[in-house]
C-alpha cells in the first residue's frame, strides 16, 4: 500500500521532532522507537509503509544455521518485502547478535527496499554501509541473530524500540530516529505537522528577530494574531 501523493508531499518538508510534538497533541505519546540511530552520518529522511518482522529470544532447538533456510526465515520475509517499504525490525533490543548482515542488506536494496529500522543491531558493518540501504539500529556486532535471537514471522504486530508498530503503519525517520505514524492518523497528522512548521518557522524569525520566549513559544492571543496575519499574507 502506497502513501497517498498529497499526504506524502506534505510529511515531506517536516521532521520527525513535529511529528512527535504533533502526535502528542493527539494524545500519543510512546511513538518514538529507541535505539534507532542513523547507522551513517547523513542518511536521507525516508517516509514509508512499515514491513514488520519479529524476533523472539534464541531458543537452541530452532534458531541454528539450518533455520534460514527455512520457509519461515528472514531470507523469505525479504522477497515480501514490497518496494518503498521501510522494514522494521523487533529484535527486542538485542546488541549483541546481527540481525541481518551485508548479503541480506544487499537484497533489501536490490528490490527497492527504502531502508532498515530496528532496535537490534546489524552485521558485517563495512559491507552493509557499502549496499548504500539506509539503516537506523544501535549499531554493529559480529555474531549471527541465531546466537541470540529466533526469527518467528513477518506482516503481524510487533513491538521495536517500545513503540507498538502495526503491518502498514507509516514510519519516519531522519537524524532524530524512527517515528510512527499510526495508519489511521497519517492524511490529519501531516495536516497539523504542516501547520506547526510554518509556525514554528514564524516562531524562529521572531527569535531571530531578538523577541524573548515567553508568549511566543508557546503563542499567546497576541502572537498568535500576528502569526496568523503574517501567514495569510503569505499564503497570498
Excluded: H
Aim: hydrophobic content about 45%; proline content about 6%.
Amino acid at each position: 500500500m502506497t502513501i497517498d501523493a498529497d499526504t506524502l508531499a506534505a510529511l515531506s518538508g517536516i521532521s520527525t521532532a513535529t511529528i512527535t510534538t504533533v502526535l502528542l497533541k493527539k494524545g500519543l505519546r510512546n511513538v518514538w522507537m529507541r535505539g534507532t540511530k542513523p547507522l551513517r552520518p547523513g542518511q536521507p529522511k525516508l517516509i514509508g509503509r512499515a514491513f514488520t518482522l519479529r524476533f523472539v529470544p534464541a531458543r537452541e532447538d530452532l534458531a541454528t544455521p539450518e533455520s534460514w533456510s527455512s520457509p519461515i526465515s528472514t531470507r523469505a520475509a525479504i522477497e515480501a518485502m514490497p518496494e518503498g517499504c521501510i522494514a522494521v525490525v523487533d529484535a527486542m533490543g538485542v546488541t549483541d547478535a546481527g540481525i541481518f548482515g551485508d548479503i541480506l542488506c544487499a537484497r533489501m536494496a536490490k528490490r527497492g527496499v527504502a531502508g532498515l529500522v530496528t532496535d537490534g543491531v546489524v552485521r558485517d558493518l563495512a559491507g552493509v554501509l557499502g549496499t548504500g540501504l539506509p539503516v537506523w539500529c544501535q549499531g554493529a556486532a559480529a555474531p549471527a541473530s541465531v546466537t541470540g535471537l529466533t526469527f518467528v514471522n513477518w506482516q503481524e504486530p510487533i513491538g521495536c524500540g517500545g513503540v507498538a508498530v502495526f503491518p502498514d503503519d507509516v514510519v519516519m525517520v531522519d537524524d532524530d530516529g524512527a517515528v510512527l505514524i499510526p495508519q489511521k492518523l497519517v492524511a490529519d497528522v501531516a495536516t497539523l505537522a504542516a501547520e506547526q512548521e510554518r509556525l514554528e518557522e514564524w516562531i524562529m524569525s521572531q527569535v531571530d528577530g531578538g523577541a524573548s520566549l515567553p508568549g511566543l513559544y508557546p503563542p499567546n492571543a497576541e502572537n498568535k494574531a500576528r502569526y496568523e496575519a503574517w501567514a495569510k499574507q503569505r499564503n497570498g
